[in-house]
């Protein structure tokens, strides 16, 4: 996709005002003060269902999770008098948006102007993990318990059922209420992975006899499924993941009284992308393979601000009416939504149009009501979360490898073309792969090498979970010597590479298009990050190239100093000791040129480039095509000594 000059969904309509740059503090862990009681009332969030395996499946397939009776009557009844007396007392503030009506180049925003929803009153009384108000914390004895036990104790529960998630605590509390004059909010994500650490929504709502003609609906959308709607039924929870749940609030027309918590991840921890799997029977298999690849966060973001184009600008007049400042930013949403179409493939374009939203399964609509046995009652709470081992693989899975497999080559078979000259290559680069073990790939043309690479780092994983699994079992050693890198072994991050691939699919002969079928058929979409862009687009954007550190470079275009123009915008954002590789540069004058000029440049410690190293490998059968050359970035790099001897 060509994405050029299209900023962050987050910003795209609105920024949300208050506390949105996060600072990187965690909280310390909440000392256990006993039983989770106030005054005889007791917290059933520490009993709710999780164990049976209910809520880790609902959250890959939908991203969300609901559950009815959850906290207990009279544990809500409770934090609904506080939040009222807060509110009576002043200390809940108009909740207040910023509508962006401009942005930059690199899609910030510039100009925007604040707006109040109708009627909706909030406090946070906890952001970053730190008490904001102690007044209202000290006026407040069931929300003070709440943030003291309780929520740590749900967090734990949370990261018990589903260990991926890594939630250390809570990170925020908002209190609010909506006093039932139409108000609402529009269509947004709580966070952006970026900005914070924020991992996992839960809002209890705190509403007696609640009708459905009062509205007030929790709207979300579950990409690529459609929208599921929940009534804040009192003590009901609802659970979804902060940064990739689109989601709005229906106006509502009786006063609604909500409890939100943010729960935080370790700060070494990725984000869970969810849902990250189809729910079973919604999607022809053709659909899901390709469906899986629109799964990947930067996609979603791009595809729902198209499904849902309509609702979104709707859901910015339902909450701050028909004014110039709401029509600014329509605008700009209109404008948004066509660069949008602009920039996506006509072919990938039309799979979305013609296949999604997909309608929520009805099972996964259904909050779940039934609690844990007593036996899983009175199991012990888990006080610290620990990241879940990598999944496990046979002890000799490092043996051979995926590209020697049948089913591999007649996937990849249809990508070759003799006009791109790498049917070579493939090998080659699937085995300097297997041998660096990069964490992250930058290939420029896609096609029959993409394979390779992606097959290279599925099997680097499953290598090094079967050696992480005999270092355990302590059976990795040589006549007593230990065979492994412990920090490397130790480093479950360090296991798992991502292909980013780029193409503009202007080769008369690419078969770039083909990846996405042959990586799904291969079950290796996981691995793969994939731009239809192109490659000078993408190093101008910043948001793409400048968050990036590439361990391998595979440049599989342009000539001579068209090659070398590219290899200085890259640079930087490949590590020291990283490799670059540029294909046909030996035996074509015009690279060649080029060729001669980088190794007089080669080692010299005031070039640009830094010191670096250079050799080529060149395919005497053959008269073009036939070539490739490594550059290794080696500024501010040294390889290790571990032993005397080899």
Known sequence: ?????????????????????????RAQKQKDTGPIELGGIRCNLDTLPLEAGSMKERF????????????????????????????????????LNKLATARDDNGNTVQGHELAKTGVYELDLMVNSEIREQRALDMSPCIKQFAEVDGNKLAASLSRAYPE???????????????????????????????????????????????????????????????????????RLVVFNSTEMLHRVMPAHHPR????????????????SLPRKFPSGVLQVDSEKHLKFLLQPTNRRLFNKVIFASEWAQSFRDAFGDNEYVREALALHDKDVQKVHESINSSVLALVQNNL?????????????????????????????????????????????GIYNPDFMRATLDLYDMHMGVENMGPLLYSLLRFQKPQSVLEVGAGYTSMFILQALKDNFEELSAYTKLHKEGNCHVEGTPWLVEDFINNPRKHFGQLVCIDNLEHAHTTAQKVV??????DLLDYLDLHFMDAWDYVDRPDLLGKQQFDIAWLDFGQGDKMGKFIDRIW?????????LCHSTLTNSMTREWLEKMRERANIATDPMGPFSLFSFMEPHKLFQNSVSFFQKRKDYSEPIYTKYP
Request: glycine share 8%; net charge negative.
């Open 1 to 25: 996709f060509k994405m050029e000059n299209i900023g962050e969904l987050d910003g795209w309509s609105f920024v949300k005002d208050g506390h949105g740059a996060l600072k990187n503090k």
């Open 60 to 95: 890959e397939s939908c991203g969300f999770c609901a559950f009815e009776n959850a906290a207990g009557p009279d544990y809500c009844n409770e934090l609904r008098k506080e939040i009222l007396n807060l509110y009576s007392q002043g200390l809940l503030n108009p909740s």
């Open 165 to 235: 998630l890594n939630l250390v605590g809570i990170d925020t509390i908002k209190l609010q209420y909506n006093a039932g004059e139409g108000g609402c909010f529009p269509m947004h994500y709580d966070t952006s992975s970026k900005h914070s650490y924020r991992e996992i929504t839960a809002i209890i709502y705190l509403n007696e006899n609640w009708e459905e003609h009062h509205g007030g609906e929790l709207r979300l959308f579950p990409f690529p499924l459609g929208c599921v709607d929940f009534a804040p039924l009192n003590d």
């Open 257 to 272: 009284v909500t409890f939100s918590v943010w729960f935080s991840r370790a700060q070494h921890a990725e984000t869970v």
């Open 357 to 401: 939203p997909v309608p929520v399964p009805e099972a996964l609509r259904l909050p779940i009501t039934e609690k844990m046995s007593q036996h899983q009652l009175n199991e012990p709470q888990l006080e610290i979360v620990q990241k879940a081992d990598p999944p496990q693989s046979n002890s000799k899975a490092f043996v051979g490898g």
């Open 517 to 522: 079928d042959a990586a799904a058929n291969m």
């Open 572 to 580: 930087d954002s490949i590590r020291p000791g990283g490799f670059v």
